[in-house]
């Protein structure tokens, strides 16, 4: 699923993340469980957060119009909590880019 692909990149990248001090978060609608569940089968690294009243998909607006389930979005926040790059999609699948951004912030 794209989800495994796009942590597991972010896994294999976060070496150098944590050397340009960048953080991930990985947020998704499922349980509590469910993420730990994630977490444990990827050996990831990062922080799992789980939001499961939907309050961060609906204050970063990434819902679909018509489901009550959360677009695919990457976003990078530099250290003012400015959002500097957008990935949606098949770019957020691909973390590659996402990860070059947050690596120059």
Known sequence: PGWRKELTAFQVGYENLEKSHTSVLAISTDNLGTMIKFKKSLNANFHFVPD??????????????????????????????????IYTGSGAINASAAIGSASKI
């Open 52 to 85: 499961v009243n939907n309050q961060l998909v609906e204050l970063y607006d990434v819902k679909y119009p018509i489901f009550s389930i959360a677009k695919r979005y990457t976003f990078v926040i530099n250290q003012q909590q400015i959002i500097t790059q």
